[in-house]
């Protein structure tokens, strides 16, 4: 398969794959917990799946359907495989759109819309690699796979079925849904809830308050409720007071970013309780100058966990979640920890302050981190192809804060998903370029060439 070969197919299905991308950014895939036939992850994800599917189908690739957990889709008939893994399920879209978040509007060569580069453009642009592969006869030792998971922005239960369903495993693969080059390690995973029970108090005092939709992202909104006779006399940024029935309610608003980049957003969780801390609020209400200490450490360090290594920096933590219903508070941080630290080692540093504040850790979910060597020869030849098609020789490989399936299976890394200009995942107004999405067609397919051929 020549590179002029593949620019050309590429022109030539352009407003097709523009078409099969609109319908695949228009289905809601957003988790919801009513398990359907076939659908475990609910009715806005299957759509998104059945769209997948129709892909696979009507372009002659070998597509299989997981129960609705998962697809995959594989080229060729090498005893040996590689694969590449993606998702099409997404995060809320919050709020603060621009346009339409389920719309997929174009605008000045960019299409708009919840999932464009988290990751389903990414999942199109693979496909439509394979495509290109299939149609064009390329030479492939090894088979090519195409996983697709529903349910990575949750709990990943998609891979775990897949993998108990599926035995075989890749020789080596990729996860576009990063950064380029490649992302050769990934910070451990921690989801911390952190509980309290707290005995309800007289006077004047929080009857609820809330904020976050997701561990993964940082809350762009907050609310509370407190049984106020007045309007507090002082203003706190993003936050705004309104009359309620039953005293006064403070709604705060942030800015949405991913979890393993904290400092890209602003915690509405952190606004609403700044907000509520002047109130001089009773003692057994405590918890909130806590909570509030931890959401504004960034680093953990107010939690006690901070650390760092060489290899993938410093910890970064992101207060996600926050509920309190006027007798128990529960905080879920999102923690990103290094690639040659441990969960048990941050458990104990977080002992402490757990003794110190009366919190439980009442929970943990948590996924290990990723290390392969940057100079281990199919990175390397991942990077020799990025480089010939984007003509970046500056860029480096990298680590990161987030997490991708790279994680399920031996010798897979994270690669780009997007390219300078596409909106942030998370953000409000995510969104890729035409020009972007045509570019990892390119990339995706060599890539896929020369890894089945190393």
């Known amino acids: 398969m020549t590179r002029d070969a593949l620019i050309q197919w590429i022109d030539d299905h352009t407003d097709e794959m523009i078409r099969d991308f609109q319908a695949l950014l228009r289905a809601e895939s957003v988790r919801s917990e009513e398990r359907l036939p076939s659908a475990p992850f609910g009715k806005g994800v299957r759509d998104a799946l059945d769209v997948t599917l129709s892909m696979g189908e009507r372009f002659g690739l070998n597509s299989r359907d997981f129960d609705g957990y998962a697809c995959d889709m594989t080229l060729g008939d090498g005893a040996e495989m590689v694969a590449s893994l993606s998702h099409i399920d997404v995060v809320p879209a919050g709020n603060d759109w621009t346009y339409p978040p389920f719309g997929a509007e174009i605008h000045d060569g960019y299409i708009y819309a919840r999932g464009a ?80 029970e707290v005995e309800p108090s007289d006077g004047v005092r929080v009857l609820w308050a809330r904020g976050g939709e997701r561990h993964n992202m940082v809350p762009d909104r907050a609310e509370a409720l407190v049984n106020l006779a007045l309007q507090p006399p002082y203003a706190s940024e993003g936050v705004e007071w309104v009359s309620d029935p039953a005293g006064w309610r403070a709604v705060a608003k942030g800015k949405s970013s991913h979890g393993s980049y904290p400092e890209g957003g ?26 509030l200490e931890w959401s504004r450490s960034l680093d953990g360090a107010a939690l006690g966990i901070a650390h760092s290594d060489e290899q993938s920096g410093a910890l970064v933590s992101n207060l996600g979640v926050f509920e309190y219903d006027g007798a128990r508070v529960q905080c879920v941080f999102n923690i990103r920890y290094p690639v040659t630290w441990s969960l048990d080692a941050l458990q104990e540093r977080l002992q402490p302050t757990l003794e110190r504040t ?69 953000q409000a107004n995510e969104r890729i370029s035409i020009e972007s999405l045509k570019k990892l067609v390119r990339c995706y397919a060599r890539i896929f060439e020369r890894l089945a051929n190393l």
Not at 141 to 165: A, F, H, N, P, T
Not at 369 to 387: E, K, S
Not at 402 to 409: I, L, S, V
């Open 266 to 291: 602003i915690n509405a969780v952190t606004r609403l309780l700044e907000a509520l801390e002047p109130l001089n609020l009773p003692d057994n209400e405590q918890w909130l100058h806590t909570v």
């Open 117 to 196: 580069t988290d990751n389903k453009g990414a999942t199109l642009a693979s496909i439509y690699a394979l495509r290109a592969l299939k149609e064009l006869g390329a030479l492939l030792k090894r088979r090519v796979r195409l996983i697709i998971g529903c349910d990575e922005e949750s709990r990943w239960e998609c891979m775990q079925y897949y993998l108990q369903k599926e035995p075989e495993r890749p020789v080596w693969g990729v996860s576009p849904d990063a950064g380029w080059p490649f992302i050769y390690g990934e910070k451990g995973i921690a989801n911390l809830y952190l509980t309290k």
């Open 358 to 426: 009366g919190f439980q850790l009442s929970d943990v979910r948590h996924t290990p981190p990723l290390y392969i060597p940057p100079d281990t020869p199919f990175l390397q030849a991942i990077l020799q192809v990025y480089r010939e098609e984007t003509g970046d020789y500056e860029s480096q490989p990298t680590t990161m804060g987030g997490g991708t399936y790279a994680r399920t299976m031996p010798n897979l890394v994270a690669i780009g998903a997007a390219f300078e200009g596409d909106g942030e995942a998370h």
